[in-house]
C-alpha cells in the first residue's frame, strides 16, 4: 500500500501556520525595510512560503538589514551572494515545479512521465521569468540578451535543483500516494520538504556561478543590483567610472544616498571561465540530476499515478497462474 503517512497529520498544520507567520514577516520586513532589488523580494517570499520558518531563518542570517544603511555591507560575503543566488533559482526553478505537478497531478499522469514535465517547467518559469527579467532590468540589455546570457548558468543550477527534489517528492510520494494531488496537505508537505532539499544541493553550485561571476548574487537597490561589496569599495568603483569611463554610465542612473551615482553592474564570468570548466560543471549537474533520478527509481515508485490505491506488479493471488 501507497498510504503510510510520514508525519503526523497534526504536524503538517504546525508546520503550515508556522510557514504563514514566516511569510508574514519576511514580506513586511522587506518591502518596509531591506532595501533589496525588486525581484528578489518576491523570490524571497515565495521560497520562504516553500520553507517556512527554515527561509525565515535563512533570510534573517544572510539578507535582513541588521540597521539603516548597512545592507550592501551585510550581503557582502560570498556566503551570502551564493544564497542570494541560490534563493533566486528556487523562486523560478520551485515555482515551475510546483505548479506543473499540481497540474499533472489533475491529469493522472504517471510519476515517470510527470518528473520530466516538472523539470521543463521549472526550467521554463527560472529562466523566461525570474532570469532573463531580473538580468534585462539589471544590465540594461535586451530581453533575448538577458535570455542568452542567463541559458547556461540557469540550466546548471536547474539541474542540480531538480537532483535534491526529485528524489525527495517520488520517495515521500511512494510512501504516500495522498502527496500526488494538489488537494491534500501531504503535497504541499511534500513540496516544502523537497523544496528544501533542492535548495541544499543547488547551493554548492551556486556558490561556484557567483564567484566566477555567471551568476548575480544578493543585490540591493541603492547599488543597482551590484551588491556583494563593501559601500567603501563601491564607492571607490563609481568615482573610477566617472573619471574614467563616463560614457559606460546611463545618463539616469539613480544615486546611492550614501555616494555618487552607481554604474550597472557588469557580469564578466563569460571572459574568465574557459569554455572547457564550464562543460565540466554542466556536465558535474548532469551527473547529479542523474543520480537524483537513479535514487527515485531504485527506491521509488516512478510507474504509480494519482489515485492508484496500491502498487502490485509483482502481487500475486493463490491459485493464481502465470
Known amino acids: 500500500m501507497h498510504n503510510t503517512p510520514w508525519a503526523p497529520e497534526w504536524l503538517l498544520w504546525v508546520w503550515f501556520g508556522l510557514t504563514l ?91 515517470g512521465t510527470d518528473i520530466w514535465i516538472e523539470y521543463a517547467a521549472g526550467f521554463f518559469f527560472g529562466l523566461f521569468i525570474f532570469q532573463a527579467l531580473f538580468m534585462k532590468d539589471m544590465m540594461s540589455m535586451s530581453y533575448g540578451q538577458a535570455v542568452r546570457s542567463s541559458f547556461l548558468p540557469e540550466w546548471m543550477s536547474m539541474n542540480a535543483m531538480m537532483a535534491g527534489m526529485l528524489p525527495t517528492m517520488v520517495l515521500l510520494m511512494t510512501r504516500d500516494m495522498r502527496a500526488m494531488e494538489a488537494t491534500s496537505p501531504w503535497f504541499w508537505a511534500s513540496m516544502s ?10 547551493y554548492p553550485v551556486n556558490w561556484w556561478l557567483v564567484k566566477h561571476q555567471l551568476k548575480h548574487g544578493m543585490g540591493t537597490e541603492r547599488a543597482l543590483g551590484k ?26 542612473a539613480p544615486s546611492s544616498p550614501a555616494g555618487p551615482p552607481m554604474p550597472r553592474m557588469r557580469m564578466e564570468g563569460d ?38 490505491p496500491m502498487s502490485m506488479p509483482e502481487m500475486s493471488m493463490p491459485g493464481m497462474t502465470h
Open 21 to 111: 507567520l514566516s511569510v508574514a514577516y519576511v514580506a513586511w520586513d522587506l518591502f518596509t525595510s531591506t532595501p533589496e532589488m525588486k525581484v528578489m523580494k518576491w523570490g524571497w517570499v515565495l521560497v520562504t512560503l516553500y520553507t517556512g520558518p527554515v527561509g525565515l531563518l535563512v533570510y534573517w542570517f544572510s539578507c535582513r538589514e541588521p540597521s539603516p544603511g548597512t545592507h550592501e555591507t551585510f550581503v557582502a560575503p560570498l556566503w551570502k551572494q551564493a544564497v542570494g543566488s541560490t534563493i533566486h533559482c528556487a523562486a523560478g526553478d520551485a515555482t515551475g515545479i510546483i505548479v506543473a505537478a499540481a497540474i499533472t497531478g489533475y491529469f493522472g499522469l504517471n510519476m
Open 193 to 202: 520538504a523537497a523544496t528544501l532539499v533542492g535548495v541544499v544541493v543547488a
Open 227 to 252: 551588491g556583494g561589496a563593501p559601500v567603501a569599495a563601491e564607492h571607490q568603483h563609481a568615482g573610477m567610472v566617472m573619471a574614467g569611463m563616463t560614457h559606460a554610465m546611463p545618463p539616469t
Open 271 to 308: 571572459g574568465q571561465v574557459s569554455a572547457g570548466r564550464k562543460a565540466l560543471v554542466t556536465v558535474l549537474t548532469l551527473l547529479m540530476l542523474a543520480a537524483g533520478y537513479y535514487v527515485a527509481a531504485r527506491y521509488g515508485d516512478l510507474a504509480m499515478r494519482p489515485g492508484q
